[in-house]
C-alpha cells in the first residue's frame, strides 16, 4: 500500500476535475429529470415504471434534466472552481458509469430474449437473465478461487485476473437484475415490478454490493490481500443463490400489494449497501485475525508482504463499516417512512425492524469502542466479524425463524 | 466535608459517568441483546395462548416481568430512558469544548507539537515565495491563517473545519428521535376497525399490555365497497375499500384507499389493513343421510350458529371465500393455479359427535383432464385449518339427479338378492339410471357409475344425520382499517434527517488539518510540512503524499523525507 500518484491516462481524466464534475452533475440532472417525471409528469405508474422511463416520456424528461444538470455543471465549474475538486462528485462518478455501463450490457442481452409467443409464466427457464446469473455465479467462484490462489502465489498477474473477474461478476449481476426487471413485464404488464422483491432477487444485488464496495476499497488503498476474504464470502452467498434456484424460488412472482410502492425501490438497495459494506468490514475483520495468527506464529510466508498491515486492516474494516453505518442508518429511516405510509406507524418493533435495529446498535457500539480507549486492533476485528454474523441472521433468519410484517423474504 | 458537598461530589461523578462512552458502548449493546427478546417471543398475542404455550410458572413470570409487552414494559423503557440521560450529558460536557475547538485556529506551533505529528516533511528551498504560492494554489478552498514568529512563518491551511458539528447533529438527532417517540407513546393511538360493507362505525381497539381497549372516534367511518382484484395467477394484486367519513351526521369525505395509500382526516390516517367476510348470506342445502332422500334449505349468516331443534345439531359458520385458488400441480410439476370456486367454512356439533369444522365447496371437483370427480368436502377433525384433508363424495351434489340417482342406487341393491356382487351392482345401477334418467342415459355415464359406487362406500358412514352443503351465497366482504394519530412522527423525521446530515458530515468531511512552517536558515530556507486528520488517516496518507509530491518538487530539487 503506497501513496497512490498522479495517474495520467486520459481515461481516468475523464473522471477528474471540470470534466468530472460537470459529468456528475449531468447525471444528476438525468436523475432528478427521471425523479421530476415520476412526481410531476404524467404521473407515477407503478405498474412501469421501467417502462415508463424507457419511453419518448423518459427520453424527454431525463434528457432535459441532464442538459440542465450538464449547463448548471459547467457554470458552476466556471463560478467556483474548489467545486470541480469536489470529493463527494469526482468518487460517485465512476459508479454512476458502471450503472450505465450495466443497463447498456443489459440492453444487449434484451436482444437475446426469447419471442413473446414462447415466454410464459409458467415456465421462465427461457429467458436470459438466467443464465446471467449462471455466468455470475461462476465469474464471483472463479474471483474468489483466484484472489486465494493470490495469496500462495503472489503474482500481479492473478491479481488482476482476480480484481478484473470480480468487476466482470458485478457487471454480470448488475445487468441480470436490471435485464430481469424489464423480464417482468415481459411475462406480464401486471407483474412487471423491480427485481428487489424476493431473497433471490435481493441475493443478487447483495454480491454486486459487496464486490463493488470491496473493489472500492481495493482499488483506492491497494488492499488484494483482503480480496480472498471478501469474495470467499460471496461466493459462500453464491451457492446459497443456486440452492434457492434449484428449490424454484427464482422465479418472477407478482408483487404482494404491500409490496407495490416506490418505497421498495429505494429502501431495499439502500439496506443491502449497508449489508454488502458489512461483509466487507467481515471480511477485512477476517483478514486481520489471518494476519494476526500468522504473525503470531512468527510465520516467515511470502503470504505477510502482500498482506496489508494490520493497522491498515484494522482501518479497512472501519472504512468498509463508515459507508455502511450511514447507509443503513439512511436505509432504517426510509423503512420507518415507508412503514408510516403503509402500516400506519413508523415504527412496530416487528422482528424485522427489530433486528435492524439491534445490527445498528452492534455497529453504533463498534464506532464507539473504536473511538474510547483500549478497543482497538483484534477485539475489533472480531466484533466486525461478529456483527456481520447478526446482519445475516438479521437478513436471513429473521426471515425464517421469526414471523412478522417483513413476510416477502419468506420462502414460499 | 459537609454532607451537601458530599452529594454535589456524588451528583457530579455520576453526571461524568453518564457522559462516558464506555457507558454508551454498555447502553448500545444491553439495549440490543435485549430488543433480542422481544423478537423470539411473540408479542401482544392473546394471554391465554401464552398461558398454554409456557404453562403457569413461567406464565406469571414472564407476565411480571412485562416480556409480552417487552417494548412498552417498565425496565426497557428505563433503558431508553437512560440512552437519554446519557446523550444529554455527553452533549452537555462537550459541546462548548468543540464550539471553542472549531473556532480556534491558531496557526502558531511549538517544537513540542511539530515532534508529535504524524504526517511529517521536512526539506530545503531557495524561493519560498514560490512555495508558499503553489501550496496555497494546491490547496484551492482551504482556509488559510498566517503568523509569523522569531522570523518563522506559520502557515496553517484548514478543510472541513466543522466535523464536530457531525457529532453534535447526530447525538443531538438521537435524543430527538428518542423525544418523538415518546411523544407518539404517549399522546398518538393506533387501533383496528373492521367495517362489513354497507354499514359504518365509528371504535377502534387495541391492545394495551394485556387486555384489549376501546376508543370512541371524532368521526364516523362507512364502507361503501371493498374489491379484491387478482394478478392472472390468482395472488391478490389490490384490496381496495371506498370509504366515507361521516362527521356530526354529515358525509364529508369519500375516498377510495388501497395498501400503501391512505387517508388523512381530522389528524389521524386510515390505512387499509385487513380485509374479510363481513357477514355473508349464506343458503345451505342440508342433504339428510336417513336415506330418506330428503333436502331442506336453511338461510343463515357468516358468523352466526344456525341450530336444529329437532336434532340438537348446530351450524356454524366461521368464513365464507368466493375464490379459493390453489396450486394443483404435483411437487416438482410446473405451477397450476386453478380457482376451486366458492367455499363455506363451518363447525358442526351435535349430541353424541364429534365437532368437526368442515369447509364445503359450492362446485364439484374438475380434475385436470375436465373429468368431474364429484363433491367434496374439507374435513378437519382437530378444529385446525392446518389439518384439513381432502373428503371426496362421489356424486355431484350439485347436481339433483345425481343425488336421486344415489338412492335409487342405494333402493335397489338393498332390494336385491343376487349373490355375486359385481353382477348386482351393475344391475341395480342400470334399473337406477332407468328410474333417474328414463331411456336418454347421460354420456358420461361410467364416471357416473363409478362416482355412485362410491358415494354408496362413503355417505353411509358418516356419523351426522345431514351434509350441510354451500347452495347459493350473497357476499359481503368487511374491510379491516387501521387509524393512527401520531403527533410525533414529523419530530422523528426532523431527528431523522439531522441524524443522517449529521453522519455525513462526520463520517465524510474529516477534519484535515496542514502546517507549513518556514524558517530561513542561512543561505537556504528550511521548510517544514506537517499534517494531521481526525478521521480516515489512510486516504489522508495519500492526499498527504500527493500534496507534498507536489509543492516540493516545484520548490526545491533536493527534496527529502
Ligand atoms: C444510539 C446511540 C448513539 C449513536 C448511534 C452514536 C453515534 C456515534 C457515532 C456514529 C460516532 C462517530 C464514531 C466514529 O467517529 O467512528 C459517535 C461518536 C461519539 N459518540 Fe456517540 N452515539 C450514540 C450514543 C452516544 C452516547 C450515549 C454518548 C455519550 C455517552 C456518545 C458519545 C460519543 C462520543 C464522545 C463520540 C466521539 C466523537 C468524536 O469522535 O469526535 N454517543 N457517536
Keep these: 500500500m503506497t501513496a497512490t500518484t498522479v495517474d495520467a491516462s486520459w481515461l481516468s481524466s475523464l473522471n477528474q476535475g471540470k470534466i468530472g464534475f460537470t459529468r456528475f452533475c449531468t447525471y444528476l440532472g438525468l436523475m432528478l429529470g427521471i425523479s421530476a417525471m415520476a412526481m410531476f409528469g404524467n404521473g407515477y405508474n407503478e405498474d412501469a415504471f421501467l417502462l415508463q422511463i424507457l419511453s419518448m416520456q423518459g427520453v424527454l424528461w431525463g434528457g432535459t434534466g441532464a442538459l440542465l444538470g450538464l449547463a448548471c455543471g459547467a457554470v458552476l465549474g466556471a463560478l467556483k472552481p474548489s467545486l ?16 450505465l455501463g450495466m443497463i447498456l450490457l443489459a440492453m444487449l442481452w434484451s436482444l437475446f430474449e426469447p419471442a413473446a409467443a414462447q415466454i410464459n409464466y409458467e415456465d421462465q427457464s427461457n429467458l436470459v437473465s438466467g443464465d446471467i446469473v449462471m455466468a455470475m455465479n461462476v465469474i464471483f467462484i472463479f474471483s474468489a478461487v483466484s484472489y486465494i490462489a493470490y495469496l500462495f502465489a503472489p503474482e500481479s498477474f492473478i491479481g488482476r485476473v482476480a480484481t478484473l473477474s470480480a468487476y466482470a461478476g458485478v457487471f454480470a449481476g448488475g445487468s441480470a437484475l436490471l435485464l430481469r426487471w424489464y423480464e417482468s413485464y415481459l411475462l406480464d404488464m401486471e407483474i ?51 440452492w434457492l434456484d434449484s428449490i424454484g424460488q427464482a422465479d418472477i412472482k407478482p408483487l404482494v400489494p404491500a409490496l407495490q410502492s416506490y418505497w421498495m425501490k429505494i429502501h431495499v438497495p439502500m439496506n443491502f449497501v ?63 417512512a415507508w412503514a408510516a405510509e403503509a402500516w400506519g406507524g413508523y415504527w412496530s418493533w416487528d422482528p424485522k425492524e427489530t433486528w435492524a435495529l439491534i445490527v445498528w446498535l452492534i455497529y453504533g457500539a463498534y464506532l464507539h469502542a473504536r473511538v474510547s480507549h483500549g478497543w482497538h486492533g483484534k477485539a475489533l476485528a472480531w466484533w466486525a466479524v461478529a456483527g456481520f454474523l447478526v446482519t445475516v441472521f438479521c437478513f436471513l433468519g429473521v426471515n425464517m425463524y421469526l414471523s412478522g410484517l417483513h413476510s416477502y423474504g419468506r420462502l414460499s | 466535608m459537609p454532607p ?19 457507558l454508551a458502548v454498555i447502553l448500545l449493546v444491553v439495549l440490543s441483546i435485549a430488543s433480542v427478546i422481544g423478537t423470539v417471543l411473540l408479542q401482544n398475542q392473546s394471554q391465554a395462548d401464552y398461558l398454554q404455550q409456557f404453562g403457569p410458572l413461567w406464565y406469571w413470570t414472564f407476565r411480571s416481568l412485562g416480556l409480552f409487552d417487552m417494548y412498552h414494559s417498565w425496565w426497557f423503557l428505563t433503558l431508553l430512558g437512560f440512552l437519554m440521560l446519557s446523550l444529554s450529558a455527553c452533549l452537555w460536557r462537550n459541546i462548548p469544548r468543540m464550539l471553542k475547538e472549531m473556532k480556534s485556529r491558531r496557526p502558531h506551533l511549538t517544537e513540542r507539537a511539530i515532534a508529535r505529528f504524524r504526517f511529517r516533511q521536512q526539506w530545503q528551498t531557495d524561493d519560498a515565495d514560490t512555495l508558499v504560492a503553489t501550496f496555497k494554489k494546491t490547496l484551492h478552498g482551504w482556509e488559510f491563517r498566517e503568523t509569523e514568529e522569531n522570523g518563522t512563518r506559520y502557515i496553517r491551511a484548514d478543510k472541513g473545519r466543522w466535523n464536530k458539528w457531525g457529532y453534535i447533529l447526530v447525538h443531538s438527532a438521537l435524543l430527538i428521535i428518542l423525544i ?73 369525505l369519500t375516498k377510495d384507499i388501497i395498501v400503501n395509500e391512505p387517508l388523512y382526516y381530522k389528524g389521524v390516517r386510515i390505512y387499509q389493513a385487513s380485509f374479510g367476510d363481513g357477514g355473508s348470506s349464506i343458503r345451505f342445502k342440508l342433504y339428510h343421510l336417513d336415506s330418506s332422500e330428503k333436502t331442506e334449505t336453511i338461510d343463515t349468516h357468516v358468523y352466526e350458529t344456525w341450530k336444529d331443534k329437532n336434532t340438537g345439531v348446530s351450524i356454524e359458520v366461521t368464513d365464507f371465500k368466493p375464490f379459493n385458488v390453489e396450486n394443483m400441480a404435483g411437487p416438482g410439476e410446473p405451477k397450476d393455479f386453478r380457482d376451486l370456486g366458492p367455499a363455506v367454512e363451518y363447525i358442526l356439533r351435535g349430541p353424541g359427535l364429534k365437532a368437526v369444522k368442515i369447509k364445503a365447496f359450492m362446485n364439484p371437483f374438475i380434475d385436470t383432464e375436465g373429468v368431474n370427480q364429484g363433491s367434496f368436502l374439507l374435513v378437519s377433525l382437530s378444529g385446525n385449518a392446518a389439518d384439513y384433508k381432502p373428503f371426496p363424495l362421489g356424486i355431484d351434489l350439485s347436481n339433483e339427479q345425481e343425488w336421486k340417482l344415489f338412492h335409487a342406487f342405494f333402493q335397489h341393491l338393498s332390494d336385491s338378492s343376487i349373490q355375486d356382487k359385481k353382477k348386482r351392482n351393475l344391475l341395480a345401477f342400470k334399473a337406477a339410471m332407468k328410474d333417474v334418467y328414463g331411456d336418454t342415459m347421460p354420456k358420461n355415464f361410467q364416471q357416473i357409475a363409478m362416482r355412485t359406487l362410491q358415494a354408496v362406500n362413503v355417505l353411509p358412514q358418516l356419523p351426522w344425520p345431514y351434509l350441510p352443503m354451500l347452495e347459493d351465497y350473497d357476499q359481503v366482504y368487511y374491510t379491516g382499517l ?11 423525521w426532523v431527528g431523522s434527517a439531522l441524524l ?51 509543492i516540493a518538487g516545484e520548490s526545491a530539487p533536493s527534496a527529502r523525507a
Design chain 1, 84 to 99: 470541480n475538486e469536489s470529493r463527494f462528485a469526482l468518487n460517485t462518478v465512476p459508479w454512476l458509469d458502471g450503472l
Design chain 1, 192 to 242: 412487471g415490478h423491480a427485481p428487489v422483491s424476493n431473497l433471490y432477487e435481493v441475493f443478487i444485488l447483495l454480491f454486486c454490493i459487496t464486490s463493488a464496495v470491496y473493489l472500492t476499497l481495493e482499488r483506492r488503498y491497494q488492499a488484494k490481500a483482503m480480496g480472498a476474504f471478501v469474495m470467499t464470502l460471496v461466493s459462500a452467498g453464491v451457492f446459497f443463490g443456486i
Design chain 1, 274 to 336: 449497508g449489508y454488502g459494506s458489512f461483509a466487507v468490514a467481515c471480511g477485512a475483520g477476517m483478514a486481520y485475525l489471518f494476519r494476526y495468527r500468522l504473525e503470531n506464529k512468527g510465520s516467515q510466508s511470502r503470504m505477510l508482504a502482500i498482506f496489508p498491515t494490520l493497522d491498515q486492516l484494522d482501518q479497512l474494516a472501519y472504512k468498509a463499516v463508515a459507508i455502511g453505518f450511514p447507509a443503513f442508518t439512511l436505509a432504517t429511516i426510509l423503512g420507518a
Design chain 2, 4 to 22: 451537601m458537598n458530599l452529594f454535589g461530589a456524588f451528583a457530579k461523578t455520576i453526571w461524568t459517568r453518564l457522559g462516558s462512552m464506555s
Design chain 2, 180 to 252: 418523538g417517540g415518546w411523544t407518539s407513546v404517549q399522546f398518538g393511538f393506533r387501533g383496528d376497525m373492521s367495517v362489513p360493507e354497507g354499514r359504518s362505525e365509528s371504535e377502534i381497539s387495541f391492545l394495551k399490555g394485556t387486555s384489549r381497549e376501546y376508543l370512541k372516534m371524532p368521526f364516523e367511518v362507512r364502507c361503501n365497497s371493498f374489491n379484491i382484484e387478482f394478478f392472472p395467477t390468482g395472488a391478490p394484486k389490490e384490496f381496495r375499500s371506498n370509504l366515507t367519513i361521516i362527521d356530526h351526521g354529515k358525509e364529508v
Design chain 2, 482 to 492: 387501521q387509524l393512527a394519530k401520531d403527533p410525533g412522527m414529523n419530530i422523528v
Design chain 2, 500 to 550: 443522517v446530515i449529521g453522519m455525513c458530515i462526520m463520517f465524510y468531511m474529516p477534519h484535515r488539518k496542514l502546517w507549513l512552517i518556514i524558517r530561513p536558515d542561512g543561505q537556504q530556507t528550511e521548510v517544514r510540512f506537517v499534517g494531521m486528520v481526525n478521521r480516515n488517516e489512510m486516504a489522508f496518507a495519500s492526499a498527504f503524499n500527493d500534496i507534498f509530491m507536489k
